[in-house]
């Protein structure tokens, strides 16, 4: 602190009487900005349903939350890149290799932002896609189930932040580096020959129109910067795709400052449709690489994980044409293709005014190479001739940009804490909302697609504070649902939510209902440990390694006596739930097990492996609610000492002579 | 050191406290345009730190200023998140403008006007002069860019305002100068 602090903090004092009046007194904050029918509009009668299904990020609690919209009512939370121990994700031997990656398991990621498919621009309802912000991955959660189909890990890459966004026939979904690395070629190199030695990526993930299966396509080498986010181009535009960048600077240290040095940063224009044609061509080369493929078969219920050696890298150096800057103001965050396709916003953070990009201007400016010279030997299109308009005084801090189905744009503004609705086309603001507080995402229903649905739009916000009853220091996140049916925005109901959501997509319940599978077949499963009826359970021992075939129905397992287990011996209960009912999951859990529980619904097998490490009676129980006899659906494994000539047996509803081996075994 | 910041919260206590009266929850309906403004100014926290309006509102210097930021409605903005770094002239530094200057930029015609002026007193980011280098620009919230000098441990801004106390805040750094920033014309 300057030395000359302390007199001003003694002027501090003698004035404090007269301080903080400000605006405290205001009413407004929680109280506030209520419209008088806003109950009706978010109530949803017991029973009824909700019009929109809104998938939610879960930023650090890596996974994806599922609510109902008008009435913000939570519906589930899908694991996807963080184990969770509710069901077993992670936990099972199932579901573990859905975690693997090139650096073995990794349990957490940070899931920043959903990307449901589209067909033709327009929501499809078949999968939405994740990205784990940390290691760098994208996941598919295939929307008949609500489950985690396909996590691919993102080579070369570092922070996939840029992601993932898809093409408007979820052709590709896309990956950038938040952070440059250095690529290929020696890693170990000081931090600061970062200019030298860090570049970028950006990936392009082919989606299997079928299967939905995702394979890297190929990879584009770029200058070293960070990679923030991306929207494809729609109708006019579709082959191209728009990434936001900052620290055009190459920073390396204090980005705070060091990134914000320069007026303008870019936004990025890469033709991917050419792209795909240089990389058919053989422009590109397989370079080593190293990642995994981890996809959940629903048939066998289990997962498999291949780690993948090498991808197809193109450099652009070889690559004509592909690859445009458009200079943006201060850092773009966001980057925004109207549904139209012709208009692309740039969110500079830091910038006074939000920029609006003409897609036809662009074209023109490629073709007349009207350019204001290049960065990293790529061609920098000039500012004012690409450019379709300004929007003077939007507020402070824009960061994303969502469009109605009116020509409208909505920008959510972080450091005023708002939202500004504009006009696409003369770029004049029309209405302003605060938000409770700190906005970051926002999203119209149907917002990114070539034709959203309007009517709700939400704030997801990053400073709950107050909003609700306190919780101590840790409290949810706050988000706001907004009324845009008319010309004014109107705050109706006020929600909160589970982890730290970024971004959210919401498509109308009917897209996918009626494809939400309610049970697993029975007859279908092919996992190899299943047990499809209680005549196949069994006990097995390979060295010290034992597997139980375990069944589950209303009100017993089978087996649930089960002895002859060792000190030491691993033990792994193949449990399948043989109801065919809807919501009649069966859960399992046994005393001291290092992991968690499994769940396991109608006609699925899941398995938990166990460490039999102590001797004596273990219990072990349904931990899913299932019947009014769910507290009687319990058994004991029994552990003896290791060499015990206790025999290896199992039974359910039947005593055995009874072997007791007590006075034999423990020590004095 | 300790006994003036007892003093200071104190104060603010009985500031907060006495608005608790008027604050009790309402449950009725307000039309959303009678809420313009948003931010956490609002927010009743005793315990936190002051962010850096309200450093800025305990100091008999800045009274010019915080009527100036409450006249351009900038104490929600300023309340949030931010971080900021607030450049914040001394009254004596507005005094130093041709007579007549302040109370012309008061009136509610000329509020864009202030906003402008107030807005290029502060810096998204939080920088302690440690952090400032001799001829390091710096993009402010109203667009135009300030430059810093360094020497001989004085801290000046575009030549003309010397830093003369540095104010850690919760959501940022108040740094008093001896003289108003005019933003160079669009």
Known sequence: MNPNSNRFLSALAITAIAAVSLNSCKPKGAEAAISGDAASKVYVAPGKYDEFYDFVSGGFNGQMSVYGIPSGRLLRIIPVFSTFAENGYGFSEETKPMLNTSHGFVPWDDLHHIALSTTNGEHDGRWVFANGNNTPRIARVDLKSFRTAEIIEIPNSAGNHSSPFITENTEYTVAGTRFSIPIQGNPDVPINTYKQNFKGTISFVKVDSSTGHMNIAFQILTPGVNFDLSRAGKGKSHDWFFFSCYNSEKANTLLEVNASAKDKDFIMAVNWKKAEQYAKAGKGKMVPAEYAHNIYDEVKHQATSTIEKQVLMLDPKDCPDMIYFIPCPKSPHGTDVDPTGEYIVGSGKLAALIPVFSFTKIQQAIANKTFDGTFDGFPILKYEAVLHGEVQKPGLGPLHTEFDNNGNAYTSMFVSSEIVKWNIKDVKVLDRVPTYYSIGHLSVMGGPTRKPYGKYMIAYNKITKDRYLPTGPELAQSAQLYDISGDKMKMILDFPTVGEPHYAEAIPAEKIRNNSIKIYKIEENQNPYAAKGEAQTKVTRNGNEVHVYMTAIRSHLTPDNIEGIQQGDVVYFHVTNLEQDWDVPHGFAIKNANNAEILIMPGETQTLKYIADKVGIFPFYCTDFCSALHQEMQGYLRVSPKGSNVALMFSTGKNYPAVDTTTKTVKP | ?186
Do not use: W
């Open chain 2, 1 to 186: 050191m300790k006994k003036v910041f007892n003093f200071t919260l104190l104060a603010a206590v009985l500031v907060l406290s006495s608005c608790n009266n008027n604050t009790t929850p309402v449950v009725q309906s307000e039309s959303t345009e009678a809420s313009p403004a948003a931010g956490q100014s609002a927010v009743q926290d005793n315990e936190s730190a002051k962010d850096v309006v309200k450093v800025a509102a305990s100091s008999k210097d800045h009274t010019t200023l915080v009527a100036a930021v409450k006249q351009a409605q900038l104490v929600d903005a300023l309340s949030n998140a931010g971080p900021f770094t607030v450049f914040a002239p001394t009254n004596a530094a507005f005094e130093k403008l041709p007579k007549g200057t302040v109370e012309d930029l008061m009136k509610p015609e000329n509020k864009e006007k202030l906003q402008d002026i107030l807005q290029y007193h502060v810096y998204v980011g939080s920088l302690n002069t440690d952090l400032m280098q001799d001829g390091q620009t710096l993009n402010e919230v109203n667009g135009g860019n300030i430059t810093i000098s360094k020497k001989d441990g004085k801290v000046m801004i575009n030549n003309s305002a010397t830093i003369i106390a540095s104010i850690p805040a919760s959501n940022g750094i108040i740094h008093v100068i001896d003289a108003v920033l005019l933003p160079p014309a669009k």
